[in-house]
């Protein structure tokens, strides 16, 4: 099994679009019992409350629900357990280097860093769900190319 932690600041914006959007596309390609995929902050600031309305709005234009899903923080302990710790920007890796003490096993790989590079832009920040949801879907389907998964 592939166990995949999405992260980023809040755990209310980026990372759950990740979470649901990968588990959408495994899902449809029947592959979904291949994977552990969740969603984690590097922030305390959201932890409990629920996914931002606009990743719910985004979601749920492609058919993708999130019903359930509560912001909770990486732990040191989740480096252990993911194959794959994936953050959606610069800020976040730093981040995370901060909780986990070091990457000495290689797992931290942005998200975009399977397609296009770059950061991930913070929608909670600029608004534009619209780029984030491109930019994430992007970088799903070059994690699972990565992976060995066709679309």
């Known amino acids: 099994m592939i166990k995949i932690m ?4 809040g755990n209310i914006c980026r990372s759950p679009m990740a979470e649901f959007v990968l588990k959408d596309m495994v899902q449809k390609i029947g592959k ?15 932890i409990g409350n629920p996914v931002h ?11 993708i629900s999130c019903e359930g899903k509560v912001a909770v923080q990486l732990t040191k302990k989740d480096y252990e357990t993911y194959d794959y710790i994936i953050p959606m920007d610069t800020m976040n890796v730093r981040n995370i280097n ?15 860093d399977f397609s296009s590079g770059g950061d991930i832009a913070d929608p909670w920040y600029t608004g534009n ?10 970088g799903c389907k070059g994690l699972l190319k990565h992976l060995g998964y066709d679309q």
């Open 98 to 112: 901060r909780i986990i003490g070091s990457d000495y096993l290689g797992k931290i790989k942005k998200l975009l």
């Open 53 to 63: 309305h606009g990743t719910k709005k985004k979601l749920k234009e492609y058919g």
């Open 129 to 138: 769900f619209d780029d984030t949801y491109r930019d994430v879907v992007a």
């Open 6 to 9: 999405f992260v980023c600041h």
């Open 32 to 46: 979904e019992a291949d994977f552990d995929i969740k969603s984690s902050a590097t922030s305390r600031e959201e």
